[in-house]
């Protein structure tokens, strides 16, 4: 997730909801979603397992997300979030249960990686 605040942020997830399970790349800005079936948000594809690899990309103007069934080969997902609209203080795994009564279940992940370059780390 790139999240500036709870009304704008980018996400890039593995989802479950009235439409079953999905991988979602969604943009809220200023409270609003930008969500379109089968391009921001896809049905899980069959070959989606237990583990899976989610990636976010950027060239410095532009986010894109991909995701892997394998860890080897990434399938592009959603559309690209233009940096300047998700002014991003804050990057990093997340887990909601969202506006539900279902029972909360624990988020795992195994990793993050973060690839800054070296004038990117020296400036943190």
């Known amino acids: 997730m790139l999240w500036a605040s ?4 980018a996400k890039l997830d593995v989802g479950h ?3 079953g399970k999905t991988l979602e790349f969604i943009q809220r800005k200023s409270g609003s979603d930008r969500n379109v079936w089968l391009t921001d948000s896809i049905p899980a594809p069959a070959t ?3 583990r899976v690899w989610l990636r976010l990309t950027s060239n410095g103007t532009q986010v894109t997300a991909s995701y892997s069934v394998n860890g080897t080969s990434f399938v592009a997902l959603g ?3 233009l940096l ?3 002014p991003a203080t804050k990057i ?3 887990a909601l249960r969202g506006a539900t009564s279902a029972q909360e279940i624990a988020g795992v992940f195994d990793w ?3 690839k800054p370059t070296a004038a990117e780390l020296a400036a943190c």
């Open 48 to 50: 989606l397992g237990e």
């Open 79 to 81: 559309q690209p979030v």
């Open 112 to 114: 993050f990686q973060w």
């Open 6 to 9: 709870d009304s704008t942020y």
């Open 17 to 19: 909801g009235s439409r």
């Open 84 to 86: 300047s609209s998700v």
């Open 92 to 94: 990093g795994p997340f």
